[in-house]
């Protein structure tokens, strides 16, 4: 399902897997104005345009493990964490 970043997400599929436990009682959007990455050395914040579908980062990394981590940020400041993050590889 393919929804913008503050959608809310619709009655039936708040119902089925994988969105059921994560959903209990009403869906509420988020209205996020950037989105924050950190992924081993690297961080960086971009901003989050209504109705988006994704936000994109490009970094240059070193080989090794590193540990990613992803976040929303709304008007206010507040921070919640990012649920999906898709990573690829040129």
């Known amino acids: ?15 089925t897997a994988p969105f059921r436990e994560a959903t ?33 980062f490009e970094a240059d990394l070193t080989a090794g493990v590193s540990e990613l981590e992803a976040w929303f940020i709304d008007a206010d400041g507040e ?3 990012a649920y999906y993050v898709h990573v ?3």
């Open 1 to 15: 399902i393919a929804l913008a970043i503050d959608a809310t997400l619709p009655e039936e599929h708040r119902r």
């Open 24 to 56: 209990e009682g009403a869906g509420v959007a988020i209205a996020p104005s950037r989105a924050r990455v950190r992924l081993g050395s690297f961080e960086a914040t971009a901003e989050v345009e209504p109705g988006a579908k994704r936000v994109s």
């Open 88 to 90: 690829t590889r040129d």
């Open 79 to 81: 921070e919640r964490g």
